[in-house]
């Protein structure tokens, strides 16, 4: 089946530190991949994305790289600020059967302090 | 462009009453998506239209849960004689004629089963 792991949380930083959100799936097929964010009292926004092997997404000084050898789409950046502070969903589309869903990881909470 | 909205935002209700939740998504968007999210997970997919067209839905849809998309337009989730476990979030999604199929999700509507 499909599925997405990440990383368990919280996750605390000082402001300007490196970021590195680790992410995994399981796929039967060839799935895009993406990273959502949910700020506090606000919707799912998607941040960035990647629809084939070695893509790199980018966005917001965020960055993710498609690995298909590892199965990986880790989220990374490198100066966090204290406005990064939110959950972040790692997710898959497996496009079978014409399938469009999105399989969701279950969040990581980031909290940046000043 | 104003986005996907969700009505209403908050709903409480009693076990055993009817219950539903109405999504307008962004204009032009052909797809639409409703999830499941409970505290501490990533959203569930639950079901989806192309059109009016219903082409899925999973396995967590019992048959007390109902969604409908005439016209191709604005969507209804209905749930028949609600329990405890339906509490949750529930998050509609739309989607353009793209090839990576994005998804832009509404805010919610958070119903509480008492």
């Known amino acids: 089946g499909n599925s997405v792991t990440q990383m368990e949380g919280p996750v605390t930083l000082s402001e300007e530190a490196f970021l590195t959100i680790n992410c995994t799936y399981t796929?039967?097929?060839?799935?895009?991949l993406f990273w959502y964010v949910q700020y506090p009292g606000e919707g799912l926004q998607l941040l960035l994305k990647?629809?084939?092997?070695?893509d790199k997404g980018s966005n917001k000084g965020f960055e993710a790289t498609y690995r298909k050898e590892t199965t990986s789409f880790h989220l990374e950046k490198g100066s966090v600020q204290v406005s990064d502070s939110a959950v972040y969903f790692c997710?898959?589309?497996?496009?079978?059967?014409?399938?469009?869903?999105?399989?969701f990881g279950k969040g990581t909470k980031l909290t940046v302090n000043p | 462009d104003t986005g996907v909205s969700q009505d209403p935002r908050h709903k409480i209700t009693k076990r055993g009453q009817n219950v539903t939740f109405r999504c307008d998504p962004i204009s032009e968007h052909n797809r639409l998506y409703w999830y499941r999210q409970t505290l501490g997970q990533g959203p569930e997919f639950l079901t989806y239209?192309?059109?009016?067209?219903?082409?899925?839905k999973s396995r967590l849809l019992s048959d007390r849960f109902s969604a409908e998309r005439p016209k191709g337009s604005f969507s209804t989730l209905e749930i028949q004689r609600t329990e405890q476990g339906d509490s949750a979030m529930y998050l509609c999604a739309s989607s353009p004629r793209t090839e990576t199929y994005e998804q832009y999700f509404g805010p919610g509507t958070r119903l509480t089963v008492t």
């Open positions: 239209f192309q059109n009016e067209a219903q082409l899925e």
């Open positions: 997710a898959l589309s497996p496009f079978e059967g014409g399938s469009e869903k999105l399989v």
């Open positions: 990647a629809t084939k092997a070695d």
């Open positions: 796929a039967t097929g060839y799935p895009s």
